[in-house]
């Protein structure tokens, strides 16, 4: 590729970006170029706060530094996750299909779009950072730390070339349409169990048997001061045992977390820089050198292996197959054909007590939620939650009170709440061309919006459900409060509806096949989103009235022992059906009068 190429690539880049702003008004171009400013002054305050706290590192030992660039390695990488992430169903940023038949280099294009690639907020805010920290250290002790910053930047290739070969392996899995989503399902599963490995260490917290040892042995040596059973001389020794005891303990755990630490940096590549740091702490360069030549390797060899799947991706050698065999000889011989009456499938049943029409929404947008790869990753929310908030409330030593214990619930049901807004609170972008279906179709559209709230009902339960056995494992509610969450649930969740029917008749939004990925970005609708997540838990906080009104008559000593919190949330779940089912009406008239312009945002392509 020539240096006019060259340029007529970035520029496309660069034209591609502006259509992309222009498309979203004025409001957004200026809501983006406040972003922007706003990361440049983040990148410069990141690279100015590491380099002023690499000085607190002057006479810092080379193993707290190692483990600081641990940290910085980790969140360099998990934040890189992330971002790999958002862009899993983009494998180049130019495709090469477009360039096959003009005379250019494909490598050329390649190295494009992996340095196009690089331009991304994570390496503006976490490679100013870790490039200030390198300087503050060469400052704060000595020019040999110099030797940090080719080290950096062969770390930088290395997770960025890896990044871009692991994107285009994903793209040559998804070249088949009917292993996309489900390949898109898994990489999502495994990069947030991933993820929450931590939450599963400090669920099990192995390193709390020896405090609890040495918080017992206080204990028992408390005990013996208040009953006399020894003077305040033994006391005072005893004590001083304890604590010398405690630091050995310490510092054993110390040296054997150094060991460790030393142990899987020299084991994992991406440790290489942390160690190098360690060894120029030290005074000794080799290991930083080494780090630089293996990460720049990896990260060559990365870009080569990921040129080939691409090159391999764009000439079809992955859709290529075997022809097919040619179909077997018709049989002479009389064939029986036995025709089997079909059965009746979950479309074909009725729901009691809604319209056929509801019913029949209700049951095929179920259908369709338990084929579509965006409600199993809705179903794993429990698993994380539990994990993330069980362990707190299992080993929290706070004993709750019985009228607090059913906010703890609460607090769960509205998570689960929380975690359906992408999904409910944009219930038509779902159904992409699908919503033409709604708009030609005789039924009422009060029938719609119903059905599609119907819908998501046995999902809400499947993710609400564990919380409140959880909770209710660990802190018992009396009975009245664990029977009135049924009540409250529904309450919970047809004012989340209310609200919801709102943000999807008038800010919806395309959504990519298979993701929770917006197919084009827009501010405005993010904003109102932002809007609705303020007002949603005030919302929600009205289910609460009527344990408020029982806690004010206990203290109050007018009701002592009685079911009034059951009794008010039933009736209070009535009269929020009542009123769900009188705003329906209302919320069907507004989605009959945007039908054509939500058909219009939902059908829009991913760019």
Not at 448 to 462: D, E, F, R, S, W
Not at 538 to 548: C, D, I, K, R
Request: hydrophobic letters at 55%; a positive charge.
């Amino acid at each position: 590729m020539n240096l006019a190429h060259f340029r007529a690539f970035l520029w496309l880049h660069w034209r591609l970006r502006v259509n992309q702003l222009q498309r979203g008004g004025i409001a957004n171009k200026v809501i983006l170029a406040i972003l922007a400013v706003a990361l440049v002054l983040g990148a410069v305050g990141l690279f100015a706060g590491s380099f002023a706290l690499a000085f607190a590192f002057k006479n810092a030992s080379p193993t707290v530094l190692l483990f600081t660039w641990d940290g910085l390695v980790i969140g360099f990488i998990a934040w890189s996750c992330a971002g790999l992430m958002v862009d899993l169903q983009r494998s180049e940023g130019l495709s090469l299909t477009k360039f096959l038949h003009l005379p250019v280099s494909l490598s050329g294009v390649f190295v494009l779009n992996y340095l196009t690639s690089l331009f991304s907020i994570n390496l503006l805010l976490l490679g100013s950072a870790m490039v200030g920290f390198s300087l503050g250290l060469a400052v704060a002790i000595g020019p040999l730390m110099l030797v940090l910053l080719p080290l950096v930047a062969a770390f930088v290739v290395m997770v960025t070339a890896l990044a871009y070969q692991f994107q285009g392996w994903l793209a040559s899995l998804m070249v088949n349409k009917r292993r996309r989503r489900t390949v898109i399902f898994v990489v999502t599963v495994v990069f947030v169990l991933v993820f929450q490995l931590p939450n599963l260490v400090n669920f099990i917290r192995p390193w709390d048997a020896g405090q609890d040892e040495r918080t017992k042995r206080q204990a028992e040596l408390d005990r013996a001061k208040r009953e006399k059973e020894i003077t305040i001389e033994q006391y005072q020794q005893r004590q001083r045992e304890a604590q010398e005891r405690s630091r050995e303990q310490n510092q054993q755990t110390w040296r054997q977390a150094e060991r460790t630490g030393w142990l899987v940096n020299v084991a994992l590549p991406p440790g290489w820089l942390p160690l190098g740091a360690m060894g120029l702490a030290q005074g000794d360069v080799l290991p930083a050198l080494l780090g630089t030549v293996g990460l720049a390797l990896i990260g060559t060899a990365s870009l080569w292996r990921a040129y080939r799947t691409t090159v391999r991706l764009y000439t079809g050698q992955f859709t290529a197959g075997a022809k097919p065999s040619a179909p077997p000889a018709p049989s002479v011989a009389p064939v029986k054909v036995e025709v089997v009456p079909p059965s009746d499938g979950l479309i074909a049943k009725k729901l009691p007590w809604v319209s056929e029409p509801a019913s029949a929404v209700t049951l095929a947008c179920f259908r369709s939620l338990t084929r579509a790869p965006e409600a199993k990753m809705l179903l794993l929310t429990p698993v994380f939650l539990v994990v993330i908030f069980g362990g707190m409330f299992w080993r929290g030593s706070l004993d709750w009170p019985a009228i607090a214990r059913p906010l703890l619930a609460f607090g769960a049901m509205s998570m689960v709440l929380l975690s359906l807004i992408q999904l409910v609170g944009n219930q038509f972008g779902f159904d992409r061309s699908g919503f033409r279906v709604f708009v030609l179709g005789p039924a009422p559209r009060r029938d719609i919006i119903l059905g599609k709230n119907l819908a998501v009902v046995p999902v809400a339960l499947v993710l609400a459900s564990p919380m409140v056995v959880l909770l209710q494992a660990v802190h018992p509610m009396r009975l009245d409060y664990l029977l009135a969450l049924a009540p409250q649930f529904i309450s919970m969740y047809f004012l989340f509806c209310l609200l919801a029917n709102f943000l999807s008749i008038f800010t919806p939004m395309a959504v990519a096949a298979g993701s929770l990925k917006p197919a084009k970005t827009s501010l405005i609708p993010i904003l109102v989103q932002m809007f609705f997540l303020s007002l949603l838990p005030l919302v929600l906080a009205s289910t609460l009235l009527p344990l408020g009104i029982e806690f004010a008559l206990e203290e109050l000593e007018l009701v002592q022992g009685m079911p009034v919190c059951l009794a008010l949330t039933v009736l209070e779940c009535a009269v929020i059906l009542y009123v769900y089912r009188f705003v329906l009406t209302w919320q069907g008239n507004l989605l009959q009068a945007r039908e054509q312009s939500i058909l219009e945002t939902v059908t829009t392509k991913a760019e």
